[in-house]
């Protein structure tokens, strides 16, 4: 079995042999051999963000059509992508959830005590609780966050929602599995099809198209094979011997990302799921935990093996004064509105050891640093650079430290402060840093910062696309990811990925 804390590490090792990186000079750390991009969702969380996140896009460009990126417009295509399952303990008005569509979600897993008691903690102290966050009202308070999970808890990824055998079986699609891209074809300015191979030693293939190429290979390789293929800025093509099809600066300009920075303490025996985990917690009493939850998983789909391992959130601003009270706001608010958050919270009941806790990974949801996609090489198998220039702006510094001020105080406020063993000083775990000042803070968060693996705007609308996603400059080319984003969103990816990709497949209905 693949323990709740072993799966992210076979995650890294996957994601290594895919991306590139640079040293982040900026940080402290080598961000774990992780970077870039995680190949699952791996807390399957369902979050689309604000709704004023998406009113920005729509002003994008002045395009009368970039309107249609509106929340009012755009949140029909998260409705359509989706089909909720109630859940009688976690009542939500259902007019505002999607009904019909091949993506299934709800709050079905795991709610344990140690994520009530977080959701106790934050009204405490001053966030309300909030029954949905995917709503127009906005998404800041502190719920059970829903998930893409059928009512029997499997999971429902966006393969198996939309690549069902009937689909597959359709005599105009072909999927083509091991089949690396290496450029877009293009006759003058006109996309006419791709290249692809299974590996650089392999047989290159070609593959014509009768009137677009759509591209959708995320914010990292959307950018590099547009560079591969003579689509970017005209200094770092030339530099790499490419030629220059259409210079178009910015192409793998503007990288933006989530960072989040991790608290650890212990809990008292008996409150993580450490006992899930046999190769840290293998007593005769974790095995009997275990038993019990493999029958109540098999007999009834319930129980502590229906985790998602981020079961609750909380979403709340640097400038909400209840929290910070004495603190004025930051010389700058990067948000897109004031139901807009710039913090979120997660807790985890993840285990280190025995009766390991994480409970607050605190992240930056609205980062003004950005970063950079450009080449390695001309060679479309070598990974391209990534810069990600975390942390650059003093703005991005004081936002985490104030998330991290909050997760500290939550760990001393109750009920969560009793499920935490304070008298526990191992070196490795926070609790010196309860009492830490600003200074100290920031020096722990270059020390520990991570990618929640959110990234987008490499090709961003207003930039490199139009507001129905073409590229500028050429025919025949649309880009369909998160790359287009042009601001990141207060929130989780996922949503709005699978929400351009449902407004896409309408704009080509409407074109053609």
Known sequence: ???????????????????????????????????????VNLQFLFHYGAGSDYDEWA??????????????????????????????????????RG????????????FGNMSRAFVSACQSIGIPFNPDFNTAKGTLGVSKIMTYTTSMFSRC?????????????????????NAHVTKILFEGKRAVGVEFSRDKDAPRYRARSNKEVILSAGAVHTPHILMNSGIGPADELNKHSIQVIQDLPGVGDHLMDHLITFFRFRTRPGESLSFLNKKINNTF?????????????????????????????????????????????????????????DIELI???????????????????????????????NSPFDPPVIDPNYLSTQHDVDVLVRGMRVALRLAQE??????????????????KLLDADHETLAKELRGRVETVYHPTSTARIGSVVDARLRVYGVEGLRIADCSVIPTIISGHTEAPALAIGEKVADIIKHAY
């Open 59 to 96: 002003s994008a460009t002045d395009e009368p059509e970039c309107k249609e990126w509106a929340f009012d417009q755009f949140i029909k295509y998260f409705q359509k992508f989706e089909t909720f399952h109630p859940h009688p303990d976690f009542p939500v008005d259902e007019s505002k």
């Open 157 to 177: 990824s966006a393969e198996a929602a939309y690549l069902t055998p009937s689909v597959l079986a359709r005599p105009n699609l072909t999927v083509a599995t």
């Open 1 to 39: 079995m693949t323990g709740p804390c072993t799966l992210p590490h076979k995650l890294n090792a996957m994601a290594e042999k895919c991306f590139g990186r640079e040293p982040n000079y900026l940080v402290d750390v080598s961000l774990r051999d992780d970077y870039y991009e995680r190949p």
């Open 285 to 341: 009493s974790a095995k009997l935990k275990r038993v019990k939850a493999i029958m109540q998983y098999l007999l009834t789909k319930s129980g502590p093996l229906t985790t998602n391992l981020a079961e609750v959130a909380c979403f709340f601003r640097s400038d909400d004064p209840k929290l910070f009270p004495g603190l004025p706001p930051l010389d700058e608010d990067s948000s897109s509105g004031h139901n807009s958050p």
């Open 414 to 431: 109750e009920p969560l402060r009793s499920i935490i063993d304070q008298n526990d000083q191992t070196p490795e775990l926070d609790h």
């Open 99 to 110: 009904q019909q569509g091949p993506v299934q979600t709800g709050f079905y897993g795991y």
């Open 347 to 377: 807790a985890m009941p993840v285990a280190f050891k025995n009766h390991g806790l994480e409970p607050v990974p605190s992240g930056d949801l609205m980062p003004t640093s950005t970063g950079s996609i450009t080449l390695r090489s």
